[in-house]
């Protein structure tokens, strides 16, 4: 007779909320899947209210939770002269209209402690980018204002060694966190996406999120060229992880993505953004929970 074992991964609870006036987004054990998406960075205030009102039609069709996404500024850039954004004086008021107009919460990047105090005035959820992930003051001084935060995983770390920085973060009383892969380094300018890193970050406590506008991005040639990034494998990626037990999904989208001003060849077109949604429901659906992921006989 053959014999089978049971092979499990135990997932401990996760918890992650974010409120505005009108809305609340809960991700994490128990919850359904959600969706941090906008432009990658503030190209102008029109584009991005534009963008966040179809986000919002689109989200509430589906029934789907969102986040609002874009940057201020983007410091990490090939060139000094390729565009950082409006900055701090400007973009956070129209990031702080988006949440305002639309009732929804939205994120932005963060890359300096002396910044700190004012996104969190403007913001409901400050995120820590790749590169920056391993910085102790800046995982230390988002965590004290309170607000809820994503770490990036840094293209050169493992998933389980982001428990540093969710210890970090921890130490000021602070839990609401979220984690995103976003590719791991593969040669010098190509991202792969290791779907294991899903499961071990939600085994830090924490929900875990899939990034795979970076991940295709192809590095070394300008976001600003159709060949530096690869949008098509966006859906791919994004369902595979899905399948993986993903709590939510992060995806850069943009109404005319080779004319914005930042990663113009990775962004998804936001005109296939609901199709994909659709589908990324139905898998979801299809695997219950991420901890029906989990278990399986051998």
């Known amino acids: 007779m053959s014999k089978t074992r049971t092979e499990t991964i135990e997932l401990p609870k996760r918890k992650f909320s974010v409120k505005t006036d009108s809305r609340e987004v809960r991700i994490g054990t128990d919850e359904g899947l959600a969706l941090i998406a906008g432009p990658c960075v503030i ?33 990490n850039r090939g060139s000094e002269k390729n565009w950082r954004g409006p900055m701090a004086s400007d973009g956070l008021k129209i990031l702080a209209k988006v949440r305002k107009e639309f009732g929804i919460p939205v994120l932005t990047d963060i890359h300096r402690t002396e910044d700190v105090d004012i996104v969190a005035e403007h913001v409901d959820v400050m995120q820590i980018p790749a590169y920056m992930c391993q910085q102790t003051s800046l995982a230390i001084a988002v965590g004290n204002t309170g607000r809820a935060i994503n770490v990036k995983k840094g293209q050169f770390l493992a998933p389980e060694n982001l428990d540093g920085a969710v210890s970090k973060i921890r130490s000021t009383g602070n839990e609401n966190i979220l984690l995103t892969e976003r590719g791991a380094c593969f040669g010098y300018n190509r991202l792969v996406a290791d779907l294991r890193s899903i499961p071990i ?12 506008t970076h991940v295709v991005r192809l590095y070394g040639i300008s976001s600003a060229d159709p060949a530096g990034g690869e949008p098509k494998y966006v859906p791919h990626l994004t369902l595979g992880a899905v399948a993986a037990g993903a709590d939510a999904m992060f995806i850069e989208t943009h109404p005319d993505p080779m004319t914005a001003k930042c990663d113009a060849a990775s962004q998804l077109n936001i005109q296939h953004l609901e199709g994909l949604l659709t589908m990324a429901k139905r898998v979801r659906e299809a695997i219950g ?3 029906n992921v989990g278990t399986f006989q051998a």
Request: charged letters at 30%; aromatic letters at 4%; proline letters at 6%.
């Open 289 to 291: 929970t991420p901890e």
């Open 201 to 212: 970050m939600q085994q830090l406590g924490v929900p875990a999120v899939i990034d795979a």
């Open 43 to 75: 190209d102008s205030e029109e584009l991005v209210m534009k963008t966040a009102k179809e986000l919002v039609q689109i989200c509430d069709k589906l029934e789907i939770p969102l986040i609002f996404k874009s940057s201020y500024e983007k410091d």
